[in-house]
Structures are given as structure tokens and as C-alpha cells.
């Protein structure tokens, strides 16, 4: 599925199940809510914290999909073609880091 696919099939999947979308605002809440489902998987996982029970059932794969779903959403609402954006932010990282981290002591 291209990025585009997935902005068509969200915004489709949204007006059908989902009826309408919630206020900008409302998804952004929701956004970070849901990176913040994916942090502490991170912690847990990756980091120094232990999982508590409740948290061995949890899925990485399905709260960063979660963070995809509502970033695309506001996405769609806000009338951005993530494609574009990506494309253009990748440029903008190739040409601003072209040398910084090649560079980076820390990197080697």
C-alpha cells in the first residue's frame, strides 16, 4: 500500500465505519495518546522498565500502526498529501545533513 492508498483507504474506512472524523484537536490528543502507547512498549521493551502484567499482551506492530492511523487523519483533514511531505522533507534532510553526520565523532 502506497502512502496515497492509505490516505484514500482511511479517509474511506472513516466516512463508512467510522461516520465522520473528530476535530483536529481531538486527533491530536488522540495522536499522543497513542505515541505514548508506543513509548512505553519502548521502555519496556527496549529500555530499563519491566513490563507490568497488564502490559505482556501489548503489540509494537499494532500501536505504531494505531500512530500511523491518526497522524494520517490529520493528515486528510488538514489537506496534506504525505507523500509530498515526505518527499520534501527527505530533500530537506539530505541537504542539511549531508555532511553532520558523517562528521559525528559519535557515529563511528
Given at each position: 500500500m502506497?502512502?496515497?492508498e492509505a490516505q484514500e483507504t482511511v479517509d474511506?474506512?472513516?466516512k463508512t465505519t467510522g461516520i465522520r472524523y473528530f476535530?483536529?484537536?481531538?486527533?491530536?490528543?488522540?495522536?499522543?495518546?497513542?505515541?505514548?502507547?508506543v513509548a512505553r512498549i519502548m521502555s519496556r521493551k527496549?529500555?530499563?522498565q519491566s513490563f507490568k502484567k497488564s502490559d505482556e499482551a501489548v503489540n509494537l506492530a499494532d500501536e505504531m500502526a494505531d500512530v500511523m492511523f491518526v497522524l494520517i487523519?490529520?493528515?486528510n483533514q488538514t489537506g496534506i498529501d504525505l507523500t509530498v511531505a515526505l518527499q520534501k522533507n527527505l530533500e530537506k534532510k539530505t541537504i542539511r545533513d549531508a555532511e553532520r553526520h558523517k562528521n559525528n565523532q559519535k557515529l563511528k
Amino acid at each position: 500500500m502506497t502512502i496515497a492508498e492509505a490516505q484514500e483507504t482511511v479517509d474511506q474506512w472513516i466516512k463508512t465505519t467510522g461516520i465522520r472524523y473528530f476535530n483536529e484537536l481531538t486527533n491530536t490528543a488522540i495522536l499522543m495518546e497513542e505515541v505514548g502507547e508506543v513509548a512505553r512498549i519502548m521502555s519496556r521493551k527496549y529500555g530499563e522498565q519491566s513490563f507490568k502484567k497488564s502490559d505482556e499482551a501489548v503489540n509494537l506492530a499494532d500501536e505504531m500502526a494505531d500512530v500511523m492511523f491518526v497522524l494520517i487523519c490529520l493528515a486528510n483533514q488538514t489537506g496534506i498529501d504525505l507523500t509530498v511531505a515526505l518527499q520534501k522533507n527527505l530533500e530537506k534532510k539530505t541537504i542539511r545533513d549531508a555532511e553532520r553526520h558523517k562528521n559525528n565523532q559519535k557515529l563511528k
